[in-house]
């Protein structure tokens, strides 16, 4: 697109495609005479013609909101519309509203109540936003909810987005607003630490005002951009591709095919092998496809438009094959191989049993229970896709990629493998990342622009569209629970046996690491309760569906929705109330450290606590009376609990993602500091949580420390984000390293001072001895400048203002017992969620009317944020066990493609969410924290599974099936119904 600035401002520029439009119009008050083509987007023309990146895309077709903007004062969503449309209009863009040092009240607001964490939806939110407050000054939160039902959000739960606009409505009016109840049980940190408080995030007012850099952002004008064919079928053999209509148009620049890639390049590097069968498999599918959205060719063109133009040039021929779907279908005796070189469709097979006798201890006693539980296929949906940038620099060898993940060294090192590139020879950054969930663990897809820059010599531009992201981006859950248990007379397990069967997709190791989710779920199946005896069994079977990986949980999901239905189920059977059946089989406080029958340690926990909590929190008695009012009228209220026990900080053998952080802290000649980590901040906050534990260590303040991550040629090695170790790998490690620096420093302020190391005292913002006291920064003027260092540094200690430090976990346990138990994980957060659902019975539609949390993490860095962690996973968790759902036909196609058929939670179908703190702290982390980023996906779902059971208890419904959409529940409410007849 030609863009001629009008009066004076200067846009970028593209080659111009025929057929062109000419258009004049505003944007942020500034005028432009344009040239584009006919069919550019109005999201594409402000991002790329205008580079006012702050408009998003998350969808493609209008139902997301990250690219809503002002059209003539109208909120518009910009990927729905042609630039050429817009002939003669007024735009306004998130850039319009306010900047990093004047944010507006708005914007003050969402940073203030925590309305954001990733910030990728942020910019079309505030536009909504700011359209209802000027039609609606005082608007009630309903409205307000209303208002922003157009714009998903996939991080916050909604909750603080909404008191964000309500208290920026109050201020915009001139009111006051008192600041909102946080409940605190036990606070965390006393008046003298920045651990412990609430802390507004650092990262907030860039990514407020459009000046966040994810990394479709950061590509460069002279970008090719990678478009990528992938296959209609789950199960064929690829017998032909013709390519050539496709390269002769103009603009394409470069395909690639799977016979390119295995000539050459790499197969995709296992990421973990525990007890699990190996593929042979490329980023591109070489001689046959095996799911629906297997990339089969890639095109580099000199624009989006045209690469898409181009995959419709792409012939290929297929031979089509049977696909098998579910795990009993690729068992079968003669079911199709998806992998020829294997004799069965098989990919995990595990057994563990404790010592005991389970047999004779189930029939042994008093109550015998069996329960099976299936669960439903679902995502991740990151609102930013996965996104990749790959330049390679002929002249220097060197291969710099800019991607939106959640590891950057892990990244580095898959890519290497992959490309056959040595590892020092690729450069991974990672600026503001737009969501992961365990999605963007994943490396497959992304090899593939890296090839083709490595071929063109350009650089090379890769974003996921939507349906690229429900059609490969990895998949979860898609499993089967067979238990059978035994309590005693007095309501105490004897004995449990669980079979776990799950459905891997066509991978769970090469293009992602899923098959280990069901190893996490037999793990902690145990839960938060005693067990004397325990057996499972783990079978992991391939089919003809997308890859297999992560999804906060992680098999966490798999342990706590088997465990809590159980009890649940047994309590019902027993006759007792099921907390109270929950109370009789916890681990008590006083038991732990606690080691389970698998091995591993249970840290520290007071779970008795947090259920009382949530029964306060509730209100039990004052319930059941509304409940039975309610029937009389015909409305169907029910309240559910279930307990969470969520493993963090996983430290897995045999596997990319195991047992180790490092920490590099800097302080400048000037006094202030640097933090490197190599962990990856991906909405979570660590830019500013890891700033106050560090500041604590120092005795700054947090204002002084920058955190520096996602840089592999900057960062230490380090594992990044995932299994919420943060708060236990990343947290620790800063601790110790600024404990070694601290050390470093007071030696050379003795040295400055003349005294003795032991004769200096550590004070805020330096050291004293002797009645003088030297600040950091004539300490690092002193070292670094003058005199220097041959003077200020006493003999023996290193000459620069840096330390290092590893954190391991020192409870991991690798080697297997005799029964085969392990320990792999650092700490045990634990929860209570209670849930309020309404259930219409002449609908079938489930309405969550209330949830609280009462929520053990142990040390509460920052409340504000594990706030905000707790709201966007119970969010997820709703909508993980209302709505969201991969269904596939009979041919393995996926049917939903796309958010208006993908449902996720809006606005206006959540609750309020109250959060209680209780901590107990961790022995085996520096100050006690504990990872808290995945107990509402792992808690909800069976929260509100057992509030709907008890809502639908006059029908004798028994839940059997996931997710609970209207038909489903109308469905079982009427086999109830016959049942009872």
Known sequence: M??????????????????????????????????????????????????????????????????????????????????????????????????????SPLQRAFKQHHGLQCGYCT??????????????????????????????????GYHNIVEAIMAGAAEMRGEKVAPAEHKHHQPG???DTWVGKRIERSQDARLLTGYGQYAADLAPSNSLHCAILRSPHAHARIKKIDVSKALALPGVIDIITGSDVKRDYKPLPPTINIAMRLNTCYAIAVDKVVYNGEPVAAIAATDPYIAEDALEAIEVEYELLKPVLEPSDALAKDAPLLYEDWQDNKCLEYRFASHGDLRGAIDGSAHKVKLTVPHHRYTAVPLEGRVTLAAWDRGAKKLTVTMSTQAVHQSRTLLAQGLGLPEASVHVITKDVGGGFGLKLQVDGEIIPCMLALRTGKPVLWVETREENLLSGIHSRDYVLEMEGG??????????????????????????????????????????????????????????????????????????????RFMEAAAKQIGIDSNELRRRNFIEKEQFPYEILTGAIYDSGDYRTILSMAEEAMNVPEFRTRQEEARKEGRYLGLGFAMVLEPAGGSVPNCIFNAHETT???????????????????????????AQVVADQLKVSPENIRIICGNTETVPYGLGAWSSRGSSFGVSSAVECAKKLVAK??????????????????VEGGFEAGGKKITYREIGNGVTLWPGPLVTVPVGTDPNLEATHTWTHSKARWIPSDVGSLSIYTNHSSCCYACEVEVDVETGKISVNRIYAAHDSGVVVNPMIVDGQVHGGVVQGIGGVLNEELRYDADGRLMNKSLWTYLLPQAPDVP????????????????????CGEGGPV??????????????????????????????????IKKAQEKAV
């Open 123 to 156: 910019p079309g939110m505030l536009m909504s936003a700011k359209d209802l407050l000027k039609r609606n000054p005082s608007p009630t939160e309903a409205e307000v909810r209303h208002a922003i039902a157009g714009n998903i959000c996939r991080c916050t």
């Open 745 to 762: 420093l007071q030696a050379m302020a003795g040295n400055m001072l003349g005294g003795q190391f032991n004769d200096v005292t550590h």
């Open 939 to 972: 808690g909800v779902p069976p929260a509100v599974m057992n509030a709907v059971e008890d809502a639908l208890k006059p029908f004798g419904v028994e839940l059997s099936v996931t997710p609970l959409s209207p038909e489903r529940v109308l469905s079982l």
């Open 189 to 191: 940190g006393g008046k």
């Open 2 to 103: 030609n863009i001629i600035a009008n009066p004076k401002k200067t846009a970028g520029t593209a080659a111009a495609k025929s057929p062109m439009a000419k258009i004049a119009l505003t944007v942020n008050g500034e005028g432009y005479e344009a040239e584009v083509p006919s069919r550019t987007l109005l999201v594409d023309f402000i991002r790329q013609g205008l580079q006012l990146t702050g408009t998003h895309t998350g969808c493609d077709d209008g139902r997301c909101g990250a690219c809503t903007v002002h059209v003539d004062g109208e909120p518009t969503k910009s990927c729905m519309v042609l630039a050429a449309q817009v002939d003669g209009c007024s735009i306004e863009t998130v850039e319009s509203i306010g900047t990093p040092e004047q944010l």
């Open 664 to 690: 590099t802290i800097r302080m400048m000649p000037e006094g202030d500091f640097l933090v490197l980590t190599g962990m990856q901040e991906i909405g979570q906050g660590i830019e500013t949580s890891y």
């Open 912 to 931: 309020k969410i109250e959060v209680g703190h209780w901590e107990s702290p961790s022995p085996f982390t520096s100050i006690g924290s504990k990872g």
């Open 487 to 564: 309590f005693d007379a007095d309501g105490r397990f004897t004995a449990l046996k669980v079979d776990i069967v799950g459905n891997c997709g066509c991978d769970g190791t090469n293009r992602s690491s899923g098959a280990g989710q069901l190893l996490v779920g037999a793990f902690y199946f145990q839960g938060n309760y005693q067990l004397p005896i325990y057996e499972t069994n783990v079978l992991g079977v391939v089919t003809n569906k997308a890859p297999y990986g992560a999804y906060r949980g992680y098999g966490k999901d798999i342990a706590n929705l088997g465990i809590e």
